[in-house]
């Protein structure tokens, strides 16, 4: 009697452990996808905040090339009629003025730091050094290595999945290029067009 006793008890304590396996299973879950969640949006906040802050940086760089300065493009060989097929184009638009730029323009996400929106708990990312050395209210910035580190990580990471889309809306003057290219194009923001056009 003993012995059945034991394994009685042996047993109604697997029923019980396996009643607490489901009812913890549930919970377990919610607080998994909610985790996943989290990690989800923060990663998209990421991705987001790079595209963003890789068009200021290239539209600021091309700002800064005298924009009357031209560079011919196109085959220099010589057409059976004898004509070439050259034409100029600004060199600021130029495929290798922006190829040149695409390469350097990761190295700026080290001037960006972390803001969090208190309503939504979303992070955008804000220039943290001025281009022209005056100072910046930085009293909602969050300065990290580890932040500078993933947005340059993840727009390098822009720079080489995206390069064609890149070079074709900066390849002329367009406007809106944050959320037509970081929204519309790459789908990298899901939540730009109700940012303002300023915010990276």
């Known amino acids: 009697m003993g012995f059945v006793s034991v394994l009685w008890g042996k047993s109604e304590l697997g029923c019980k452990m396996r009643e607490a396996a489901v009812l913890l299973t549930p919970c377990v879950l919610v607080c998994l996808l909610l985790s996943f969640s989290q990690a989800a949006r923060q990663g998209q906040d990421i991705k987001c905040g790079a595209c963003r802050a890789l068009v200021d940086e ?7 090339i005298d924009p009357k300065k031209m560079i011919q493009t196109g085959s220099f060989r010589i057409n059976p009629d004898g004509s070439q097929s050259i034409k100029e184009v600004p060199l600021a638009r130029s495929e290798g003025n922006l190829l040149e730029l695409m390469e350097s323009v990761c190295e700026r996400m080290a001037d960006y730091g972390e803001r969090t929106d208190s309503s939504t708990n979303r992070k955008s990312y804000i220039r943290i050094k001025s281009r022209s050395g005056e100072p910046l209210d930085l009293s909602e910035a969050t ?12 727009c390098e990471t822009i720079v080489e999945q995206y390069e064609d889309e890149v070079i074709e809306f900066f390849a002329h003057e367009n406007e809106n ?10 789908d990298l923001c899901d939540h730009a067009l109700k940012s303002s056009h300023d915010e990276l």
């Not at 290239?58 to 800064?64: A, R, T």
């Not at 300065?143 to 993840?154: E, M, N, Q």
């Not at 290029?177 to 790459?186: P, Q, V």
């Open 58 to 64: 290239m539209e600021w760089d091309i700002s800064q």
């Open 177 to 186: 290029i944050k959320d037509n290219l970081c929204s519309k194009r790459t």
């Open 143 to 154: 300065l990290d290595s580890r932040v500078t580190g993933s947005l340059k990580f993840a």
